[in-house]
């Protein structure tokens, strides 16, 4: 399953039914083509990064880019941990603290995973290295700011089950052909709000609503939501859309 939600939804989910799964394996469908490309034109930058490799990483010094030459050191340090991936989550990092508490989440679960910056390895090396999911981390920024993860889902979505948080979640529904855009319900960070949702998928089994904890100023616009492609799985009183599910990758 592609799948994305909020912080707060994926917390609880967590708590109340400790589940040992990122997501569940299943068919696999095709991407659509002409929405998904204007929509991931933005993400040049990403298949930048990816096409760097390990002898030309890209790196981020004072908000900026750069490109720095990696050290044999350095590229047998990613090889080991490229090696160790095999039949473990891994989690793409978009430089954000709330990485650390999903880790943390998946160690509670008995889930092993390895992390990795959205800018440390490309995508080849992580098809290559056949993890049991992968997961997308929150981060600041839009989708175009967020390293591999545009690709990640776009390319990889199909082959390995996928899990999107908060910019994660923005991600998937970009790929798709959703605009992602500011909350028009303003900044929601630390704030709660009832969440509804269809009792399906990672929210199975959980009350309807329940309060979430959110940290967001982005959304997937709803009036570009991309119907034919994901299903909205929860959403808050105002129609703001908290979860979304592939309708075919799960």
Request: glycine fraction near 10%.
């Given at each position: 399953?592609?799948?994305?939600?909020?912080?707060?939804s994926v917390c609880e989910r967590m708590r109340e039914a400790r589940v040992s799964r990122v997501r569940g394996a299943g068919p696999r469908a095709g991407?659509?083509?002409?929405?998904?490309?204007a929509a991931l034109s933005g993400g040049a930058r990403s298949a930048a990064k990816s096409a760097a490799g390990p002898t030309g990483w890209i790196r981020r010094s004072c908000g900026k880019n750069v490109r720095v030459?990696?050290?044999?050191?350095?590229?047998?340090?990613?090889?080991?941990?490229l090696a160790s991936v095999r039949d473990k989550v891994i989690v793409i990092d978009n430089y954000d603290s709330f990485t650390f508490n999903l880790c943390q989440y998946l160690g509670n679960l008995d889930?092993?995973?390895v992390v990795f910056k959205n800018d440390e390895v490309t995508i080849d090396q992580i098809e290559s290295a056949k993890p049991k999911g992968i997961l997308v981390s929150p981060g600041p920024g839009t989708p175009e700011e967020s390293g591999i993860s545009l690709e990640t889902v776009?390319?990889?979505?199909?082959k390995f089950p996928l899990f999107g948080v908060c910019l994660g979640h923005q991600c998937i529904g970009q790929v798709?052909?959703?605009?992602?855009?500011?909350?028009?319900?303003?900044?929601?960070?630390g704030k709660t709000s009832p969440v509804f949702h269809t009792d399906t998928g990672i929210l199975k089994g959980l009350s309807s609503p329940f309060n979430a904890?959110?940290?967001?100023s982005l959304v997937i616009e709803e009036e570009t939501f991309p119907e034919s492609e994901l299903d909205i799985l929860a959403w808050t009183e105002d129609k703001t859309i908290m979860?979304?599910?592939?309708?075919e990758m799960k």
């Open positions: 399953r592609v799948t994305g939600a909020r912080p707060g991407c659509p083509s002409t929405r998904r490309q030459a990696a050290s044999s050191a350095e590229e047998s340090a990613l090889e080991e941990k889930c092993d995973y776009e390319k990889l979505g199909p798709f052909g959703g605009n992602i855009i500011r909350a028009k319900c303003g900044v929601m960070h904890a959110r940290y967001h979860a979304v599910q592939h309708k």
